[in-house]
C-alpha cells in the first residue's frame, strides 16, 4: 500500500494536491465510482472523470472497442449522462474520498466550454481537463485539437468562467505537437496533459468492413508509448506550465520514463482494464525505486533523461 503520509509522492499541479503522482485517464476509469469495488480510491493520486458534456449523449453505434497487437481501439463517441446529472448524483458521491476530482469536458462550441467550466465551478471539484482531442466524434473536438487559434480560443472562454485550474488534453494526431502546447500555455492552461489515443483504423478481411461503428477509433495501450514519451519529451521542453503524461503506461517504469522524460505527474489509461488497482500499484513501484536510489521526492527525476 502507498504510504500517503510520505513526502517522497506527494505532488502538487497547478494548484492540486495529490499524494501521488499518479493519476487515473478520463474515459478508463468511468466516473470513479464502478472502481471502488476493486480498489481503495484514497489511494490514487487524482481521478479524472469521463468525458463530460452539456447534454446527455448516448454515443457512436455499433461496436465500439477492439483489440490490437500491444493495445485497443474505441469509438465511445463521449457516452454519458450530462454534466447536470454528474454535478446532481455523481460527484457528492465523489466527495466522500479523500481524492482530487478533475473533470474532462468537452464541447461543440468554445462557448460551451465556458459553459461547462461555470456549472462545475462551485461543485467540489479539483480541476478541468479540456478534451480538445477527442478523435471520435464528428464535431467539435477534433477540429480544436489540430489548430492552435481554436485551441487558443477554447482556453480563453473556460478561464474567463472558472478559478479552477484548467489542465488542457492534447491531441497527437498534429503535425507539431509543440506549436498546439505553445497556443494553449499562451491562452492560459495552467497545466498540458498528453497524449490522448492516436487515430487508427482495423479492417475485418471477412466481411470487408471497418471493425469499429465509427470506421476509426482512438488507439491507445503499450503500442502508443514510445510516441507519447517522445511527445510529452519535447511539450515538456518548450512550456513552462506542468506537464501531465500518459500513453501506454501499463508498470512503475512506464510511469518512470514519462517523469524522466519531463512530466510532473502521469495518468494510467487502458491498463485500468486490465488491473483495476493498476494507479496504486505503480505508485507503489515508483516510491520503491525512489527508495532503492536514495532518493527524497519523485521531483528529483522530473526532466532527469540525459540525452547527450
Same mark, same amino acid.
Given at each position: 500500500?502507498?504510504?500517503?503520509?510520505?513526502?517522497?509522492?506527494?505532488?502538487?499541479?497547478a494548484g492540486i494536491k495529490m499524494k501521488t503522482p499518479v493519476m487515473t485517464a478520463s474515459g478508463t476509469f468511468g466516473f470513479g465510482l464502478e472502481y471502488s469495488d476493486?480498489?481503495?480510491?484514497?489511494?490514487?493520486?487524482?481521478?479524472?472523470?469521463?468525458?463530460?458534456?452539456?447534454?446527455?449523449? +448516448?454515443g457512436n453505434s455499433g461496436r465500439r472497442i477492439a483489440e490490437t497487437p500491444a493495445g485497443m481501439m474505441n469509438c465511445i463517441g463521449l457516452e454519458n449522462p450530462g454534466?447536470?446529472?454528474?454535478?446532481?448524483?455523481?460527484?457528492?458521491?465523489?466527495?466522500?474520498?479523500?481524492?482530487?476530482?478533475? $473533470?474532462?469536458?468537452?464541447?461543440?462550441?468554445?462557448?460551451?466550454?465556458?459553459?461547462?467550466?461555470?456549472?462545475?465551478?462551485?461543485?467540489?471539484?479539483?480541476?478541468?481537463?479540456?478534451? +480538445?482531442?477527442?478523435?471520435?466524434?464528428?464535431?467539435?473536438?477534433?477540429?480544436?485539437?489540430?489548430?492552435?487559434?481554436?485551441?487558443?480560443?477554447?482556453?480563453?472562454?473556460?478561464?474567463?468562467?472558472?478559478?479552477?485550474?484548467?489542465? $488542457?488534453?492534447?491531441?497527437?494526431?498534429?503535425?507539431?505537437? $509543440?506549436?498546439?502546447?505553445?497556443?494553449?500555455?499562451?491562452?492560459?492552461?495552467?497545466?498540458?496533459?498528453?497524449?490522448?489515443?492516436?487515430?487508427?483504423?482495423? %479492417?475485418?478481411?471477412?466481411?470487408?468492413?471497418?471493425?469499429?461503428?465509427?470506421?476509426?477509433?482512438?488507439?491507445?495501450?503499450?503500442?502508443?508509448?514510445? $510516441?507519447?514519451?517522445?511527445?510529452?519529451?519535447?511539450?515538456?521542453?518548450?512550456?513552462?506550465?506542468?506537464?501531465?503524461?500518459?500513453?501506454?503506461?501499463?508498470?512503475?517504469?512506464?510511469?518512470?520514463?514519462?517523469?524522466?522524460?519531463?512530466?510532473?505527474?502521469?495518468?494510467?489509461?487502458?491498463?485500468?482494464?486490465?488491473?483495476?488497482?493498476?494507479?496504486?500499484?505503480?505508485?507503489?513501484? %515508483?516510491?520503491?525505486?525512489?527508495?532503492?536510489?536514495?532518493?527524497?521526492?519523485?521531483?528529483?527525476? %522530473?526532466?532527469?533523461?540525459?540525452?547527450?
Open positions: 500500500m502507498v504510504n500517503t503520509t510520505e513526502s517522497k509522492l506527494t505532488v502538487n499541479i476493486f480498489v481503495d480510491l484514497n489511494q490514487i493520486g487524482a481521478i479524472v472523470v469521463k468525458g463530460t458534456t452539456l447534454a446527455p449523449k +448516448i454534466v447536470d446529472e454528474f454535478i446532481a448524483k455523481t460527484m457528492p458521491k465523489l466527495a466522500a474520498y479523500q481524492v482530487p476530482v478533475i $473533470v474532462n469536458i468537452s464541447g461543440n462550441t468554445a462557448e460551451e466550454y465556458g459553459e461547462l467550466a461555470a456549472r462545475l465551478e462551485e461543485t467540489g471539484v479539483a480541476g478541468l481537463e479540456l478534451n +480538445i482531442s477527442c478523435p471520435n466524434v464528428k464535431q467539435g473536438g477534433i477540429a480544436f485539437g489540430t489548430c492552435p487559434e481554436s485551441a487558443g480560443e477554447v482556453v480563453r472562454q473556460v478561464k474567463k468562467k472558472t478559478s479552477l485550474p484548467v489542465i $488542457v488534453k492534447l491531441s497527437p494526431n498534429v503535425t507539431d505537437i $509543440v506549436l498546439m502546447a505553445k497556443a494553449v500555455e499562451a491562452a492560459g492552461a495552467d497545466a498540458i496533459s498528453l497524449i490522448n489515443t492516436l487515430l487508427g483504423m482495423a %479492417i475485418d478481411i471477412n466481411t470487408w468492413r471497418p471493425v469499429l461503428g465509427n470506421t476509426v477509433g482512438g488507439l491507445s495501450g503499450p503500442a502508443v508509448k514510445p $510516441v507519447a514519451v517522445r511527445m510529452v519529451w519535447q511539450v515538456a521542453r518548450a512550456v513552462n506550465v506542468p506537464v501531465i503524461g500518459m500513453g501506454g503506461i501499463m508498470t512503475a517504469e512506464d510511469a518512470l520514463e514519462f517523469i524522466l522524460a519531463g512530466a510532473s505527474t502521469v495518468a494510467v489509461g487502458t491498463a485500468n482494464f486490465v488491473n483495476p488497482r493498476v494507479a496504486v500499484e505503480v505508485a507503489e513501484g %515508483i516510491e520503491n525505486y525512489l527508495t532503492e536510489r536514495g532518493l527524497q521526492h519523485v521531483g528529483e527525476l %522530473i526532466g532527469k533523461v540525459n540525452c547527450g
